[in-house]
């Protein structure tokens, strides 16, 4: 009789482990569904994530270009009022003017050459 009550015990101990195991594939392979999902989910979110950045980046660029032109606006009107003040002053003093530009000149010529002793 102890030998039919084995067998019985061990009959339920067996099915019950493979319930045990099937229940445990089942939840493994809704783990791994779920995890497929997060991931797909966290790409998304990272895609648009660098979307965004680049688009800001973008337009920080085309603001700091802008502000470069501006800059560059700026100093081509500084630089074309002094050469008409410049154009205006040598025209006042022409003599004057012509006696500093060889007095200037005559001091480069004289520190380049003696650089090249």
Same mark, same amino acid.
């Given at each position: 009789? !102890?030998?039919?009550?084995?067998?019985?015990?061990? @009959?339920?101990?067996?099915? &019950? *482990?493979?319930? $045990?195991? &099937? @229940? %445990?594939?089942?939840?493994?392979?809704?783990?791994?569904?779920?995890?497929? #999902?997060?991931?797909?989910? %966290?790409?998304?979110?990272?895609?648009? *994530?660098?979307? !965004? $950045?680049?688009?800001?980046?973008?337009?920080?660029?085309?603001?700091?270009?802008?502000?470069? =032109? &501006?800059?560059?606006?700026?100093?081509? =009107?500084?630089?074309? =009022?002094?050469?008409?003040? !410049?154009?205006?002053?040598?025209?006042?003093?022409?003599?004057?003017?012509? $006696?500093?530009?060889? #007095?200037?000149?005559?001091? %480069?010529?004289?520190?380049? %050459?003696?650089? =090249?002793?």
């Amino acid at each position: 009789m !102890s030998s039919d009550h084995e067998k019985a015990v061990d @009959t339920n101990m067996s099915s &019950d *482990y493979e319930k $045990a195991v &099937d @229940t %445990l594939m089942k939840d493994v392979k809704d783990l791994r569904a779920d995890m497929k #999902g997060i991931l797909s989910a %966290l790409h998304e979110k990272a895609k648009d *994530y660098v979307e !965004s $950045a680049k688009e800001s980046l973008h337009e920080s660029g085309a603001e700091g270009l802008e502000q470069v =032109r &501006d800059a560059a606006d700026a100093v081509g =009107r500084s630089c074309q =009022r002094a050469i008409r003040n !410049s154009a205006a002053k040598i025209g006042d003093r022409p003599f004057v003017s012509l $006696a500093v530009a060889l #007095g200037v000149g005559m001091i %480069l010529g004289g520190l380049l %050459l003696r650089k =090249r002793q």
